[in-house]
């Protein structure tokens, strides 16, 4: 089956910098979906794209639905230790009910 | 508003053993799944439901047994436990095609020694 490619795998950053981490299909999607998943909890709904070139902010996490439609990026700015956890991506195609196909994950831990 | 309710929290079976995962809605969504995590892979789809009664295979169906006889309810049944199924299971559901994103469970820790 297919899984989305997510990159960087893992990341350490500092409290304060920004986050940068991407999402890449082989095929196209029409709704791009960003979650996030605590330590020992189920993942966390965090932006939803709807519409190619969209750009979509919830407090500091910014994500975008790529041109293509074959990838997706979501930005953190100024991290904060509760940012740590695991960051997925995942795609939806109208007319496939309710598969969503998931990212492999991107690990973030921000260091004091 | 309790979302998606998930038992046991953790679960240990011997090889061959069966057991059946428990999942439950009380946001009248008629979509919900099935889904394993393991280490690096991601969330892999086992079963999905689009409403009672109609339920249908996903990405790692084998093994794995699912009904839908009401639209809260939707159990993942393991038929004879083996190693490979040690794994981290979620159950999710969405009112709509899930376009507009899952809600989750807390998840189920299953370990098969």
């Known amino acids: 089956g297919q899984q989305l490619n997510q990159s960087p795998q893992s990341m350490f950053i500092q409290e304060g910098e920004d986050v940068s981490m991407n999402c890449t299909s082989s095929s196209i999607f029409n709704t791009w979906l960003w979650y996030k998943q605590d330590p020992g909890e189920g993942p966390v709904l965090l932006i939803a794209l709807y519409k190619a070139g969209e750009l979509t902010s919830n407090g500091r996490l910014t994500a975008q639905f790529g041109i293509t439609r074959k990838d997706s990026f979501l930005n953190i700015s100024a991290s904060i230790p509760s940012d740590v956890g695991i960051y997925f991506c995942?795609?939806?195609?109208?007319?496939?009910?309710?598969?969503?196909?998931f990212g492999t994950g991107t690990r973030l831990q921000v260091t004091l | 508003n309790a979302g998606v309710t998930q038992t046991p929290k953790f679960q240990v079976l011997k090889t061959g053993q069966s057991m059946t995962l428990q999942c439950a809605q009380d946001m009248n969504h008629e979509y919900m799944s099935w889904y394993r995590q393991d280490p690096g892979m991601g969330l892999r789809l086992i079963h999905y439901?689009?409403?009672?009664?109609?339920?249908d295979q996903g990405e790692v169906p084998n093994g794995y047994n699912v009904s839908r006889s009401t639209t809260e309810d939707f159990p993942l049944r393991l038929l004879s436990a083996a190693p490979s199924q040690t794994s981290v299971y979620f159950c999710?559901?969405?009112?709509?095609?899930?376009?507009?994103?899952?809600?989750f469970g807390s998840g189920t820790r299953l370990t098969v020694v």
């Open positions: 995942a795609g939806h195609n109208t007319g496939t009910a309710s598969k969503l196909t």
């Open positions: 439901s689009v409403g009672a009664g109609i339920t």
């Open positions: 999710a559901s969405s009112r709509t095609t899930g376009r507009a994103g899952y809600t």
